[in-house]
């Protein structure tokens, strides 16, 4: 008897527009994580001085490489069986095989995302703001911070990355009725939550910190508390591969992949010292 959980059971996959076209709960928060960032570095370029120029071509390099970062970032570490299988389903919104499926942007990992966000933010800055690549790098962490928190909650929508059954006592178990009839973690929830922690951490430290000055800090502090976020809560969640749920030394893929940015966050936390490099270029 479930009397004490929650029953998740969406009456819809997202809002029809015409016919058999619809947005998904998922694309929809892509679409507020962007808008809202852009907000965000609205007010952000204007504290810093920029021309609003500049803050459109940092959009449009940002929604590109996140999304393309995303996608591919999914199918080479949990679904390369897709490049053989339905090879352009890689790359467009749709399903090819075995039928034609406008299925919207989905099966997007976060840690392809954050190397899309680097490479984007690198050739933004070579090409349009000719400051730092870590100068973009500690502001536009702040909006991909507040982002993530948007997808966890459309990951949440959709009844995806739900987590292990869970004691029939925990009061905010859920049954995600789209997927089986057990109480689960929210695991989906749980990140949302870490997340707001480090949006909140990243927007105060920038306007009143004084380690906002200090080249490199907030982007390898959003690297250590996004990823550590990840690597905890992924405990509460089932594989996303099946067979991965102790892929390497106990770790499923979600955990192994947060490891390494850890490590490079905390290098630029506390190791990295202003140079010239092509990071500073």
Same mark, same amino acid.
Request: proline share 4%; with cysteine; hydrophobic share 50%.
């Given at each position: ?180 009839? !057990? %109480?689960?973690?929210?695991?989906? =929830? &749980?990140?949302? $939550?870490? +997340? ?5 951490? @990243? ?55 947060? !490891? %390494?940015?850890?490590?490079?966050? =905390? &290098?630029?936390? $506390?190791? +990295? ?5 092509? @990071?500073?270029?």
């Amino acid at each position: 008897m479930h009397f004490l959980q929650i029953v998740w059971e969406p009456a819809s996959e997202g809002l029809k527009l015409f016919g058999d076209f619809k947005i998904h709960y998922y694309s929809m928060m892509w679409m507020a994580a962007f808008i809202l960032g852009w907000y965000l570095m609205k007010k952000i370029y204007i504290q810093e001085q920029q021309s609003e120029e500049k803050l459109d071509s940092l959009f449009i390099y940002s929604v590109l490489g996140i999304l393309i970062g995303a996608r591919l970032g999914h199918v080479i570490f949990y679904q390369p069986e897709l490049f053989k299988q339905d090879f352009f389903s890689v790359f467009l919104p749709c399903r090819f095989n075995p039928e034609f499926e406008f299925t919207g942007f989905r099966g997007l990992a976060s840690h392809g995302a954050a190397i899309g966000m680097i490479i984007s933010m690198y050739l933004y800055n070579k090409k349009v703001l000719h400051k730092s690549v870590l100068w973009i790098l500690d502001r536009v962490v702040i909006p991909v911070a507040l982002g993530a928190i948007f997808v966890r909650v459309g990951n949440f929508f959709n009844s995806e990355m739900i987590g292990k059954p869970a004691d029939e006592s925990l009061p905010w178990a859920i049954i995600f009725k789209n997927y089986d009839n !057990i %109480p689960r973690h929210p695991g989906q =929830l &749980y990140e949302a $939550f870490g +997340y707001i922690f480090v949006f909140l951490t @990243l927007w105060f430290l920038y306007w009143k910190g004084k380690k906002s000055k200090q080249t490199g800090f907030l982007f390898g502090l959003f690297l250590v508390l996004l990823m550590t976020v990840r690597l905890f809560v992924e405990r509460f969640k089932i594989e996303q591969v099946v067979g991965r749920d102790d892929w390497i030394l106990g770790l499923n893929t979600g955990q192994v992949l947060s !490891i %390494p940015f850890i490590l490079i966050g =905390l &290098y630029f936390m $506390f190791l +990295y010292k202003t140079k010239k490099s092509s @990071l500073d270029k």
